[in-house]
């Protein structure tokens, strides 16, 4: 009896799992579609809900008037306003040195003396002639003087007296070639000249140079040629020597290099120390100030196709605001249009946020 109970559930369970058929299955599906359906529109509406609420973090900076200075920055080195080398005028052997490497000269002084022995013998010789026609003619003028004697023996002993001087001179002037002679007051810089050494002209020299009457030169390129002038003020900075100094302009090429493209400038120094020639300086010079003007970090300023932009704070929301940027210097930009005084600019966090979002400003600062 017992195994008839078991063959109607054996039946049962057996009818139970039975396949669906086709379209039972299809309508299940569309079930579960649907619902599937409606559970995504709603965690998406849920989360828009969110997002639309949303706030970025954000910095803002107060724009203000003030002054802006645009500096045309370039680089120059040290020179010195007399800075020459002194060079023998004939070839010859060094037979003295009268100076070493920094010792003080003056302009006119013997700095070394070439082998000029010749020279000497022959302005003895010469010398000795002038003596005699000194006599002869100091004699046939004490003669012409008491009416003796003829005009053409007076101005024969004139004549010759006169042109053994001469011949003396060009000697002593040749003499004086043999000579390396320092051309301006100042220092010994570079000497490097031993006694019995030849040197030739324009080979070997002494530097002479004047460290008390320095200057900076430099090059600016040609697109600055309406700008930069003599009388300009500038600011030099001599990195090495820890320095800095406000001056102006003191000469302003107005010839354009046609290799270089650029004009020359220079600016002389005030007497300092530690300062050298062809010590590196930095040169800003001032082509552009204007004192009320709007000016911004430009780090703020964003481009695109149709121009700059920045955004500012409206009672929490950003909005986007069309500018025309002037002059930039030092990390900042003067603006010609688009802000007024006293707009929340936003600086940190700008490039995260669009038209209309809302902000949550966390730090403020101004000029």
């Not at 070439?114 to 020279?119: A, F, Q, R």
């Not at 002059?327 to 600086?347: F, N, P, R, V």
Request: overall charge positive; hydrophobic content about 35%.
């Amino acid at each position: 009896m017992k195994k008839l109970l078991y063959i109607p559930a054996f039946l049962l369970l057996a009818a139970c799992n039975k396949p669906k058929d086709k379209a039972t299955e299809l309508a299940d599906l569309k079930k579960q579609e649907a619902d599937i359906s409606a559970k995504i529109t709603k965690l998406s509406a849920e989360i828009g809900k969110k997002d639309s609420v949303k706030s970025t973090d954000v910095s803002t900076y107060t724009v203000t008037t003030s002054s802006f200075t645009n500096y045309v920055q370039i680089q120059g080195r040290i020179d010195a306003q007399d800075n020459v080398t002194a060079y023998s005028q004939s070839p010859g052997v060094i037979t003295a040195l009268y100076v070493k490497p920094g010792q003080h000269v003056n302009k006119g002084q013997v700095l070394v003396q070439l082998d000029n022995s010749v020279l000497n013998q022959n302005i003895a010789q010469a010398q000795t002639q002038v003596d005699l026609n000194r006599t002869l003619f100091q004699r046939q003028k004490n003669l012409w003087d008491q009416k003796i004697g003829t005009e053409v023996q007076f101005l024969q002993a004139q004549t010759a007296l006169q042109s053994s001087l001469k011949q003396v001179a060009s000697l002593k002037q040749q003499a004086d070639m043999y000579r390396i002679t320092s051309p301006i007051t100042g220092s010994v810089d570079q000497m490097d000249l031993k006694l019995g050494q030849v040197v030739q002209p324009g080979q070997n020299g002494i530097r002479i140079v004047n460290a008390d009457n320095l200057k900076v030169k430099a090059d600016v390129p040609e697109s600055y040629a309406q700008s930069v002038n003599q009388g300009d003020k500038v600011m030099i900075l001599f990195p090495d020597a820890n320095d800095s100094l406000k001056t102006t302009v003191t000469f302003a090429a107005k010839v354009i290099d046609p290799a270089s493209r650029s004009f020359a400038v220079e600016i002389k120094l005030p007497l300092k120390k530690g300062l050298r020639p062809n010590m590196t300086a930095i040169i800003k010079i001032a082509d552009y100030s204007k004192v009320n003007s709007l000016v911004i970090p430009i780090k703020a300023i964003q481009r695109s196709e149709n121009g700059d932009y920045v955004f500012v704070n409206e009672n929490g929301v950003a909005k986007k605001r069309i500018i025309k940027a002037g002059a930039t210097y030092g990390g900042k930009s003067e603006i010609l249009s688009g802000l007024k005084s006293g707009d929340q600019l936003i600086t940190e966090g700008a490039s995260e946020v669009e038209d209309g979002d809302k902000i949550k400003v966390l730090t403020s600062s101004g000029n």
